[in-house]
């Protein structure tokens, strides 16, 4: 549900943009941008751009929220910090896993996930190189699932090119056709019709190249941020939890 109202307002903030830039800008740029002159005006290639730019943005926001929910866990006390606690099988891990199992982000955050599989382990095992093997595995599957949930936006930033790459080609297309269908093809109002029609064409492929930019510069900042929080995370257990295991 967060996921489909991010987007629904997303593409809702694009509409809203779309018509104030339509009303707000002077023609050129206007043309440029949203290719207003288009007889199938609103239903333009640049409009679905925007569009598509905007479900990105929502995409990330997403994924930013996410990355302020995984920081936010590590200042939760779920582990003792001091330099004297040794953990036992047993009572001294009952405070801990209670504590994970009454976190309410439990089963989304990286860190109470961590914490629970580790001190299950140790509880069953109570072998502190096998809950370490644990934690070492369990931090490459949660690396490996969050890049997986980057593959919307990593569509979206590719997609977004191929949209401006297809209307150059339909924009090029149609301004040849308005000049074959002419019969004076030197005529300097032909010709200025034909260049405008071309500059229109080629703008749609720069103004898809700067969204996608925008968002692969987004996309990386908020990932590596995920990233170093998941290692961040790993190494709260390593220091907190495994370091601290004592078993006969």
Request: glycine share 4%.
């Amino acid at each position: 549900m967060t996921r489909l109202l991010t987007l629904s307002l997303s593409l809702v903030a694009a509409v809203i943009l779309i018509a104030l830039l339509a009303r707000m800008l002077p023609a050129t740029a206007a043309t440029i941008l949203l290719d207003v002159n288009r007889s199938t005006w609103p239903f333009t290639v640049q409009n679905v751009l925007w569009l598509a730019f905007f479900a990105g943005l929502g995409e990330l926001a997403i994924r930013w929220r996410s990355g302020r929910l995984e920081e936010q866990q590590l200042d939760r006390g779920y582990l003792p910090l001091d330099e004297t606690t040794v953990l036992r099988p047993g009572d001294d891990m009952t405070p801990i896993f209670q504590k994970v199992r009454n976190s309410k982000h439990r089963n989304v955050c990286f860190l109470p996930r961590l914490i629970e599989r580790c001190v299950l382990n140790f509880n069953l095992s109570q072998s502190v190189d096998q809950a370490n093997a644990l934690l070492n595995s369990s931090l490459e599957l949660f690396l490996h699932e969050l890049d997986l949930r980057y593959n919307i936006i990593r569509y979206i930033t590719w997609l977004i090119p191929s949209l401006g790459f297809i209307g150059t080609v339909v924009g090029i297309m149609l301004a040849l056709n308005y000049a074959g269908d002419r019969a004076n093809v030197e005529s300097p109002e032909m010709l200025y019709e034909v260049t405008q029609r071309l500059g229109v064409a080629f703008s749609t492929t720069l103004l898809a190249l700067i969204m996608a930019a925008i968002l692969v510069f987004l996309q990386n900042l908020i990932q590596g941020r995920e990233e170093n929080t998941l290692n961040r995370a790993g190494q709260y257990c390593l220091d907190n939890l495994i370091n601290r295991l004592y078993s006969r």
